[in-house]
């Protein structure tokens, strides 16, 4: 009896073990951490990125606190098409705006915006996007902001599916956050898009804290309301675009470390794949490609796909990627399904 | 047997148990783990503070994703006089960088900095300190610059103590940084110096990562060197001036978040110290006042000690902690110790 009690302390023991190791290294079970990914080679590489970064027995082994990988968001993580979210919201604050600010309605852009005219603000120039962006997301505290954005996101419905943007998130990306992370790596959001307005829901949708989130920056100034109270301004100032260089030039401003994976999906991730690319070791990086008009969306105009102004992939980028040896993710041939509100 | 053999195993399970709940709770065991401060205000404020941010019985809980504390770097955690650590680099720099840029022998400010007169570089106006800075900080990649502080860290000297500045960290911060940590708090510095630089050194000094170092930043360019390869250059541009106002801009701009705790010495953390007092719940802000001039320095002009240029600590700032209920440690009064090489 002795003996057997003996053998289940030491049984007890050795599990525990197992388990505080599996713990620390982030080793995984046997469950597929990637099951909306169809079986190859861009799973495969996933796969084999981490295996050979967390394996202290391998010669490309990564320390934890360097394990950094970064994420463009629209269009990699979750749909970008016909409109980048954050553009609806600018759009739909005109709206909300022009009820005080009357002069909104004599004037373009704002004028066309408040036309409803779909295919006429589609056709705004880059400029007007940016001026509509600079007023509607300046002259209110940051949480005034946040509350507005967060009130948004729950009435705001995509105009195909009729559902939430926030429903909208790729499932196959999200297993890769969480494979990451379980694997510790550090996971970054690295958008293009307005980094306060990413930062309102990333942490709900991605598991990805406001800390975490890198974007474009617009200003704020500190001040102190009439009660004296100190607060944080937003200002229609653009203090850092992060597109194209700006990613790497941010990535070293936010972060400080070169990352060692990064997914994107158009030109404004191309200098993020290739500082990442450049240090030694492992290196993933990976371009997600829109070729799935049934479950989603195609365009290139990259491999014969149409042609887009929202999060293009031009043929040259793809050249790059099978020169550079980067992972071009096919919606269609490499996921099994895209939303996982899909059976 | 099988009795006694049961017992054992529920002792086994509650013991771990009871470890398990200590590390998800960050509870402490008995030791002091603030054993460089004398019993005293200060010390219990800060006890007092981290208890009812980590009881989940306490109405004043914070959860651990928005446990942050940001802590200034020059004057809070390490020695500042008789000139921050940062510029004693860059005289250093202009004296490398006179061998080739031989203009630098018949041009101010590098003419007196080359002149070794200690007296006329201790009077050079900030004008001048922002022109060396800028030529001694740029032209060469974040991974040049990287080595070379790195390097120059482990030959510099203090004037006074003849150690080197990596060993200058005050003790008692250090068991504060710790202490937060070890109670779930994530852990920033946010400096008005130079955040590349601080960013060489700050994990090893501090267990801070540079992704949580926080400070004044200048431009990098992305670009591609004569071989093709993509490289980051640091250039003579001031992007953030991490002081005053710009310390709660950048803490909201770097984390997103307001600190539940500040940490600072001199007027240019007082915005940063406002801005988390203006949070609701528990918030902890703490001015470390230099009053101790055998053990470090003493300088105010506060409460009647000697003025100075670096890191001053004038008495509106010493009433506005009185006025606002900040806490003023008293490296005298509060700290048995000051540096980790004192016996």
């Not at 022009?98 to 400029?127: H, N, Y």
């Not at 990451?180 to 598991?207: C, P």
């Not at 653009?238 to 997914?263: Q, T, V, W």
């Amino acid at each position: 009896m002795l003996i057997r009690c003996r053998r289940v302390l030491t049984v007890l023991a050795v599990l525990s073990l197992v388990s505080l190791t599996g713990q620390a290294f982030g080793q995984q079970d046997n469950t597929d951490p990637l099951p909306s990914w169809k079986e190859g080679p861009a799973k495969q590489a996933i796969r084999e990125f981490v295996r050979v970064t967390t394996d202290r027995a391998s010669p490309k082994y990564v320390s934890p606190e360097q394990r950094i990988a970064t994420f463009d968001q629209d269009g990699t993580l979750w749909v970008e098409h016909p409109m980048y979210t954050q553009v609806m919201y600018c759009l739909h604050r005109v709206g909300v705006l022009a009820k005080k600010k009357l002069e909104f309605w004599k004037r373009e852009p704002f004028k066309t915006v408040l036309s409803g005219d779909r295919r006429a603000i589609a056709k705004l120039p880059p400029k007007d996007l940016e001026e509509i962006a600079a007023a509607t997301l300046s002259g209110i505290t940051v949480e005034e902001f946040n509350a507005d954005v967060r009130q948004w996101l729950t009435t705001a419905k995509h105009p195909r599916w009729k559902r939430p943007y926030t429903e909208l998130t790729y499932l196959p990306m999200r297993e890769v956050l969480s494979y990451f992370r379980a694997n510790g790596f550090k996971t970054y959001i690295v958008t293009g898009g307005g980094q306060d307005f990413v930062r309102v829901y990333a942490e709900q949708l991605y598991g990805i804290p406001p800390e975490q989130v890198v974007g474009s920056v617009g200003g704020t100034k500190f001040g102190y309301a009439k009660d004296g109270r100190p607060i944080l301004i937003k200002e229609p100032k653009l203090l850092l675009n992060d597109n194209n260089a700006g990613k790497p030039e941010s990535i070293h401003m936010m972060i400080g470390r070169r990352p060692y994976a990064a997914f994107g999906n158009s030109p404004g991730d191309r200098q993020m794949l290739e500082y990442t690319g450049a240090g030694d070791g492992a290196r993933l990086m990976m371009l997600v490609f829109h070729d799935d008009v049934k479950h989603e969306y195609a365009y290139g105009p990259a491999q014969g796909l149409p042609n887009t102004k929202v999060g293009t992939f031009p043929q040259a980028l793809y050249d790059e990627a099978v020169q550079r040896g980067w992972s071009v993710i096919s919606m269609k041939n490499d996921w099994k399904r895209v939303f996982s509100f899909e059976k």
